[in-house]
């Protein structure tokens, strides 16, 4: 029977993967897809790669037994009148119901196209099985204001970011009477920004799990070498740009700014495999970590706080993931990418680094952001640089509705599947916890 609810949650946790792979990862290489600086074919390799890289090579080797500590596991280890391993065993069914219907929900939103926070479904669901199995006292209702919070600091933040960088290089670049020209002086500054922007996320954001082992890779540190590969770039590209553009400054118009575009293509493309690839290292504990949660409980029968990952388990997480975003992941690609605003790789390139930038700054200030939400808006802010006509109001509606909805939809799914579950399997988990303690 263990055997059984092992590999029964091992499916689910790889569903949830690849339903995190169909949602969010499309979301990371949005824009290249959108601007055309990458094929949809393309797009997939590169994201598949980066985000397996991430979820496997530096994703957390221990995880929360419970997603963003939303419940404390000891407040139902505490309930009164509870049998002999009940605690445990509603764990259990409570862990595997909120991957279910994350799961789930994740499935539907990527169906119709709407891209959601993968973190605000796990989030969800766990406080509607958290609710019913222990009471509303369980759930820490402080971090979860704190995602509700999110909802409107992310986008905004991502917004207002990509609304000034897509004005420094429109009116920098796009907008001289000789932008090929123009592009000479200032893309070596924006070359440094994406750079440094990346360097530096990609160590806090996606090296943050082995951090420990390399001291010396932290702080004032990481930012000195953040800076100096971004000024050895700046340099290279001066030089590249320079040689690339000499005497088109007297091409057409229309001429020198498809030369100009050009120019932004490796660089949309960099920024959003390093998306790619520290949400790979981050959101792969959304599949694995309850999962892992269940695998521990089942062998030593009890409940811990915090349990290891095994290297298979983020194997098994990062691999679905892969396979979401090669079968499914074209849709949300198009809608982040094509229907909110018309996208360009100079547009790709200002709200990838708005995102990485906001997720990275609100990190460390400890503010609750979701990266999907971050991304979204900065296309919004790039489509209102342009006029309010620049963006299609009846999409980002709809996006809009289905971040609202997210946390709910997951917790009065969650509560339905954990209460079907107890009603139906208590007993039998209950004597695998039993027999996992003799």
């Known amino acids: 029977m263990d055997v059984f609810i092992l590999l029964f949650t091992g499916l689910i946790g790889f569903y949830m993967a690849w339903t995190i792979g169909a949602n969010d990862v499309a979301n990371s290489m949005g824009s290249a897809v959108g601007s055309k600086s990458l094929t949809i074919k393309k797009a997939i390799i590169l994201a598949g790669i980066c985000e397996f890289s991430g979820a496997v090579l530096v994703g957390s080797s221990v995880t929360e037994t419970i997603r963003k500590g939303i419940v404390n596991p000891d407040m139902i280890a505490a309930l009164p009148h509870l049998r002999d391993g009940e605690a445990a065993a509603l764990l259990i069914i409570g862990m595997t119901a909120a991957l279910l219907c994350s799961a789930f929900w994740l499935h539907f939103a990527t169906w119709v196209g709407m891209p959601v926070s993968t973190t605000h479904a ?14 509303w006292h369980s759930v820490d ?4 204001s704190q995602i509700v919070a999110s909802w409107f600091i992310s986008p905004l933040a991502g917004g207002l ?6 004005k420094f290089i429109s009116t920098s670049i796009l907008g001289k009477e000789k932008p090929a020209e123009a ?4 893309a070596p500054f924006i070359v440094f920004l994406v750079v440094f922007v990346v360097t530096l996320a990609t160590i806090y954001n996606g090296l943050n799990h082995i951090i420990s082992g390399l001291q010396w890779l932290t702080g004032f540190t990481s930012i000195l070498i953040s800076v100096a590969i971004g000024l050895i770039l700046a340099v290279i590209a001066k030089i590249w740009i320079s040689r690339h553009l000499r005497g088109k400054d007297t091409l057409p118009i229309a001429k020198q700014l498809e030369e100009v575009e050009k120019i932004f293509v490796p660089l949309v493309i960099i920024s959003s495999c390093s998306v790619a690839f520290a949400h790979g290292a981050n959101d792969v504990a959304n599949a694995v970590g309850p999962f892992a949660a269940i695998a521990h409980i089942i062998r030593h029968g009890t409940v811990e706080m915090k349990v290891g990952v095994p290297l298979p388990i983020l194997v098994m997480g990062g691999a679905g993931i892969v396979v979401g975003l090669a079968t499914f992941g074209y849709r949300v690609m198009a809608t982040v990418g094509t229907q909110i605003t018309e996208l360009t790789p100079s547009r790709g390139v200002a709200a990838d680094i708005a995102t990485a930038a906001t997720v990275l700054i609100c990190s460390r200030l400890s503010l609750p952001v979701s990266t999907t939400h971050t991304l979204v808006g900065a296309i919004m802010g790039i489509g209102l640089a342009r ?18 909805v997210t946390v709910p939809a997951a917790a009065l799914l969650s509560i339905i599947f954990f209460v079907v579950g107890r009603y139906l399997f208590l007993d039998n988990v209950i004597d695998i916890v039993l027999a996992a303690r003799r």
């Not at 209702?141 to 979860?144: A, D």
């Not at 970011?161 to 897509?166: C, E, P, Q, R, S």
């Not at 592009?183 to 200032?186: A, K, M, N, S």
């Open 141 to 144: 209702w402080n971090k979860m």
């Open 161 to 166: 970011v990509a609304f000034v960088l897509f």
């Open 122 to 135: 796990i989030v969800g669901a766990v406080a509607g099985f958290g609710v019913v199995a222990a009471g």
């Open 387 to 404: 006029g309010l006509g620049g963006i299609n109001r009846p999409v980002t509606q709809k996006i809009f509705a289905s971040w609202l």
């Open 183 to 186: 592009v000479q002086t200032y």
